[in-house]
């Protein structure tokens, strides 16, 4: 049997409100997508995952949808999306839809109507438990004239679907069948650790405080029923041709907690935030990428996405191309985040154009990811109209610019992708302060902070380099 495509292919992720904006409102929309799909197959991507693009009241831009099978006319039409996937096919490139089962819009005819769908408690004893929401504050939120609280892991404008109830697996089923009908590729699963809570709801072990993703619960979350939902929708899945993939967001600090999702009858993918989470630090990043090899049949590698800081800002603008190389050597699916191929930097934004509910939730103390969410920039000059202000100077980093410059971050991006290397992956040994692995043919070494070393024969390195590589820099060696 020929090796299913995505076990090695490298994904992008469009954020899609902020990728191209073909009308000129200064959101982006399918059109654009499909008007910048020439790019895309330039750069060399495999296949691209589109965030939430459904009807949606855009309290948290899209994961609060209003309706499953239906495109926001913001976004465009049902019939944009399927020109959308025509054209991404004819490049021979996939597309994967983002679907969100933990919990629905408020705005939802589900929860206007009856509720029973949802997590609901009678509101005489008072608040159910101690769960706290992942954006500050309690998970329960009181309707007063339902006489009820209802459940919330994110913003009140997102309640929580209640996956003990079979209405809400066969709705999920058909949903996901509408979309498989049309031609997807597969699934990116949002809060996939999260739909199924504890039946009896009991109290987190000990008081949690309210943390971004990685999340060490136990009661509201990771639940064992949760695995029978995702064994139904890879025999859902499987039933289509073409090895349709279903990529679940599992969030856990330890990757142990994630093995269980990928049995090898529930999720493809899952992905591994673990360097996302890692300093520029040598042992750091090589104990997070044994950790995961140890613990997952197979990992993918993500170093940004559309809810984290931006590489060029965490780490540094050159050590965020060495992690390029880093990124693009390792073994398995790789994940980019679009705008991280221009080294785009998290932009530091007025408070008063912060759109992001964490910002507005937590008064402010969590910055929230509007940073990394700018619309990208595509041409020196820049459009008049962007739902988040492009900062000064962010036209220097569009992609007209870095097009024609051999020496820019897109360049090294779409080099990297074309020469990535496959086959076994071993460790070799390497100074204090450098990582350095071999896969087929190719040594990939990461001066992370180490002192200047001598390397061979450079086929790709993040920055110019003649005989040594200084720390911050990296380079791919003919073994
Ligand atoms: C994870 C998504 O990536 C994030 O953007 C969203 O806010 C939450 N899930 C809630 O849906």
Redesign the pocket.
Known sequence: MAREWWRDAVFYEIYVRSFADSDGDGVGDLAGITGRLPYLHELGVDAIWL?PFYPSPGV??G??VSDYVDVDPMFGTLDDFDALAAAAHQLGIRVIVDI?P??TSDRHPWFTGDRSRYVTVPSANGVPNNWPS?WGGSAWTLDEERGHYYLHL?APQ?PDLDWHCSAVRSDFEDILRFWLDRGVDGFRI??AHGLVKDATLADEPEPLPAVR?SSDWRRAIDQPEVHDVYRDWHRLAAAYPGDRVLVG?VVFSDPRRVAPYLRPDELHLAFNFSLVFQPWDADAIRDSIDASLAALPIVTWVLE???VERIATRFGPREARAAALLLLALPGPVFLYEGQELGLPEVDLPDAARQDPIFHRTHGERVG?DGCRVPLPWTRDLPTRSWLPQPPGWGELSVEAQSSDGTSMLSLYRHAIALRPHGSFSWRDAPRGVLAFDRDGLTCVVNVSGDELPVGEVVLASEEIRTTLPAGAAAWIRA
């Open positions: 965030t948290d831009h994961y609060d969100v933990n919990h992942n994110f997102q949002d809060v993703l967001e996405n559309h809810d990811r």
